[in-house]
């Protein structure tokens, strides 16, 4: 996610600025910026990488001086990471200037009415829509300008604002992306979080949806877009700087687990235009949807567990025939790709070297490649001929969550499109599956919430040599997810199986005590994997069983069962998943590990 930082007051403004974007770069960007106003003029510096090229380039903020200004760390969302794209914006004249953190979803629109109004952009962000939208509406009254503004645009967004013929005043907007404001002795401060400011004070406020922040040397008064002046209360923050920068979690691990329903939501809702499923970055007309043949995904990890997933969905739901391969086999085993095939390549980085060879591999033999890719610009994503971006923003800890679980749903969101194109499933159905897939961020939410259960049952298996989990069909894809959850944090071995394969000899492996996690969240399948669950339990297995609502019969058969919401079957992957990586989570909390750099790993597996 992008940082924001602002400051005005009695101190040089750059300095302050430069510093608080260091202490957000945890939130992952790719250039940065600051706009000073020097008594006379805003003036603007940008670069692109990491926050010391700017601060080389402004000689620690001595090269702009003045005590009022914005900065900006940019997470690349709409238009490459170049310094064009860097934020902060100005309007034509540069007399006003913005940074902004969040997707204005209407920008295109926008963007035509004010070129057609004559106005030139210098860049392809959302962004500087904004700073000639204010500038239209500007008539020497900032805050009269900021809220026609807000009235005119729909999406997410924390804001920056600064007039040049308003020196002595800063402004602090905000919808949907955080944001806070503070004050201490020497003025007052805009933050997108709290680390940033903490160093300066420790008394800040929340600024909440659709409110806007006057900020002057040594006061600030809140509004409504209506204007409204209002009142807001301040809270005092005691956490350490380190603890602040996780948002006051433990680990950046839960504080990503806890952002999957916004990650979730974000993924789903760009691509919901009313009643239909748009996913313009397909760039796929129905004809060549329906001529596809076979689809082939490609990924590594948790990424290739999604495509596992995905091959149920797909071929459950538009009956396209899936084939599903780790990349480090796919791009050594002279795949066989005929004509109609479509190539799906899934990766959180968008840097896993085996996954980008298998793109390139693809491209050779002349097929067309979707890239499914969190980070904006990365390799995958420039390289693919479309990407559809999960909108995860930045995951720290190496152990993914938030964005497998935006893979899944973007993942769903292509199957419930294909199968409407080729007709394989009715309106009824496909209203109903809209219905679901809007529901999951709040069960996502609901499970993270009660997480009381699981993690008590954690603690009673830190000690644990051995765990396999069970599960028929896609509650075999979540057993994947569920095991390599638990391994990569915890070290503590652990399998996957195909509940129906257990017997044909892993089931020797199952000794007295043993814990096996059995998924089942497939209605049709309930009473195959209670057989497999009795088979275990005969042989000494302590059988956790993570189920639907309502399957009441599953407790006949294991010891300890936890259940998930209703949803349609092919989306619970993205509700059992819930409960197994907080099993995994505090079991490696309870064993001590590192949780969000496991020994041996990487975030991103840039080698073969
Ligand atoms: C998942 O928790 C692991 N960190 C790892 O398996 C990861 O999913 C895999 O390396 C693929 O990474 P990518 O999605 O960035 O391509």
Redesign the pocket.
């Known amino acids: 996610m992008c940082g924001i930082v602002g400051y005005i007051g009695k101190k040089q403004a750059a300095p302050i600025i430069l510093d608080g974007l260091a202490r957000l770069e945890y939130r992952g960007y790719d250039s940065a910026g600051m706009a000073i106003f020097d008594g006379e003029r805003i003036n603007i510096k940008k670069s692109v990488g990491r926050l010391k090229i700017l601060e080389n380039l402004t000689h620690d903020g001595k090269m702009m001086p003045g005590l009022l200004g914005i900065g900006h760390t940019r997470w690349a969302t709409h238009g490459a990471p170049n310094n064009e794209n860097s934020h902060p914006h100005f309007n034509e004249d540069e007399t006003i200037a913005v940074v902004h953190n969040g997707i204005i979803e209407n920008y295109l629109a926008l963007r035509k009415k004010m070129t057609d109004k004559g106005y030139h952009f210098r860049s392809e962000t959302d962004t500087e829509v904004l700073a000639h939208l204010l500038d239209y509406y500007y008539k020497g009254n900032p805050l009269e300008a900021i809220t026609k503004v807000l009235h005119r645009v729909s999406g997410s967004y924390a804001l920056g604002i600064m007039f040049a013929d308003h020196p002595d005043e800063i402004f602090a907007v905000r919808k949907d992306s955080p944001l806070i404001v503070g004050q201490n002795e020497d003025g007052c401060f805009i933050a997108s979080d709290v680390p940033a400011i903490l160093k300066y004070t420790r008394t800040v406020t929340y600024v909440e949806n659709q409110e806007i922040v006057r900020l002057r040397e040594d006061h600030m008064h809140f509004y409504t877009v209506d204007e409204e002046e209002i009142a807001k209360t301040p809270v005092t923050i005691d956490w350490d700087a380190n603890a602040a920068e996780k948002g006051g979690y433990e680990h950046f691990m839960l504080k990503e687990m806890y952002e999957q329903p916004k990650t979730v939501s974000d993924t789903i809702s760009p691509r919901l235009k009313g009643n239909e499923i748009v996913i313009e970055e397909l760039n796929m007309s129905d004809d060549e949807i329906r001529a596809i043949k076979k689809i082939h995904i490609v990924?590594?990890?948790?990424?290739y567990h999604t495509g596992v997933t995905a091959k149920y969905v797909m071929e459950g739901l538009a009956r396209i025939p899936v084939e599903v391969d780790v990349a480090s086999e796919f791009r050594y085993r002279n795949p066989i790709l005929e004509e109609g095939a479509l190539v799906i390549v899934?990766?959180?980085?968008?840097?896993?070297a085996d996954?980008l060879a298998a793109l390139r591999e693809s491209k050779a033999r002349g097929f067309k490649v979707l890239g499914i890719v969190n980070v904006v610009g990365s390799s995958i994503a420039r390289e693919a001929d479309n990407v559809m971006y999960t909108w995860a923003g930045p995951e720290i800890a190496?152990?993914?969550t938030k964005?497998?679980s935006a893979q899944l749903v973007a993942l769903y969101l292509l199957a419930i499109k294909f199968a409407q194109v080729k007709e394989t499933i009715d309106e009824i159905e496909f209203d109903g599956m809209l219905e679901d897939l809007k529901r999951l961020p709040d069960q996502i939410e609901l499970l993270l919430n009660n997480k009381q259960r699981i993690q008590r049952f954690a603690n009673r298996y830190i000690g644990a040599k051995d765990v396999f989990f069970i599960g028929r069909g896609i509650d075999y894809a979540i057993s994947l997810e569920g095991s390599?959850?638990l391994k990569?944090i915890s070290y503590i071995h652990s399998e996957a199986y195909a509940a129906g394969e257990l017997k044909h000899g892993t089931i020797s492996l199952i000794e007295e005590g043993t814990l096996v996690a059995a998924v089942s969240t497939q209605p049709a399948l309930y009473q195959k994997t209670i057989s497999n669950m009795v088979e275990v339990k005969a042989r000494g297995a302590f059988v956790l069983a993570v189920t639907c609502e309502g399957n009441k019969e599953i407790e006949k058969a294991a010891d300890y069962v936890i259940y998930i919401p209703e949803t349609n079957a092919y989306f619970a992957n993205s509700l059992a998943i819930i409960p197994l990586q907080l099993f995994g989570y505090y079991v490696a909390v309870g064993k001590g590990c590192d949780v969000d750099k496991p020994r041996n790993?990487a975030?991103?597996?840039t080698v073969e």
């Open positions: 990924a590594c990890g948790s990424a899934i990766s959180q980085s968008g840097e896993t996954s190496v152990a993914t964005a497998y390599l959850k990569e790993l975030k991103s597996v």
